[in-house]
């Protein structure tokens, strides 16, 4: 998307923090069609990303904007109307929510990306080091806990995503009603074992790594056809 060829194109990243993803892809991007929006829950997140020289030396049009929003909120971001994103980023963002908010995040999502527009995931995966070393007092339910700060983080399966994902979206987003589902094009587990030589220590790395898809205009048609053929056939 960073590609000086590339063409119009807009990057929503939700739970930006301190803009350690916006600001190196502001800094190799040679797209001057590129709109970025940087997202957080915490203002000041967001206060930190607007201080960066980098972020106040923008020429008009800025290619980043930053604001505060809530993805599991009613409200879509500002700035950002209902298909209107190309590309959703949300790394470790779902973690942090509890379980019943993930359906909203799905709707919000679904209602902002274009037909075709994409999301790429990233998260912990059950069985994670970060997992095993929560004491029984952090536990709030299976694989939800929360840590000393009071902040709260989730470790999924790869089966629980994948369903969560492919389930049908219903409900309301943005004054846009939903009834359609992601596709998953790619879903998989990352495990690593990082070793600290120093401390003689191995630590047992789990992370969920997936690729979504909201069905395009076409898709839609094929599917709505396929449909009707298998009705025609039934009768």
């Not at 120093?198 to 979504?212: A, D, P, S």
Request: net charge neutral; aromatic share 10%.
């Amino acid at each position: 998307v960073t590609k000086e060829d590339y063409g119009p194109v807009t990057v929503l990243e939700v739970g930006a923090g301190a803009g350690n993803t916006a600001f190196p892809l502001m800094a190799m991007n040679r797209n001057r069609e590129l709109k970025l929006h940087a997202c957080d829950y915490s203002a000041r997140a967001i206060d930190v990303i607007r201080s960066q020289p980098a972020y106040i030396a923008q020429e008009s049009p800025a290619v980043l904007q930053a604001d505060v929003w809530d993805i599991a909120s009613q409200e879509l971001p500002p700035g950002l109307a209902a298909g209107s994103v190309d590309l959703v980023l949300l790394i470790f963002i779902f973690s942090a929510l509890s379980p019943d908010q993930w359906t909203q995040a799905l709707r919000n999502i679904f209602t902002l990306l274009k037909p075709g527009g994409e999301v790429l995931f990233r998260d912990y995966g059950r069985g994670d080091l970060a997992q095993v070393r929560f004491k029984k007092g952090r536990y709030l339910d299976e694989n939800f806990y929360v840590r000393g700060d009071g902040t709260r983080v989730y470790f999924f399966e790869e089966q629980e995503l994948r369903d969560l994902w492919s389930r049908s979206i219903g409900g309301v987003a943005g004054g846009v009603e939903q009834t359609a589902a992601f596709e998953v094009q790619n879903l998989a587990v990352d495990r690593r074992m990082l070793v600290n030589r120093q401390r003689k220590l191995k630590m047992y790395r789990c992370w969920m790594q997936g690729h979504f898809r909201k069905p395009s205009q076409a898709d839609e048609s094929a599917r709505k056809s396929e449909s009707c053929n298998n009705d025609l056939d039934v009768k």
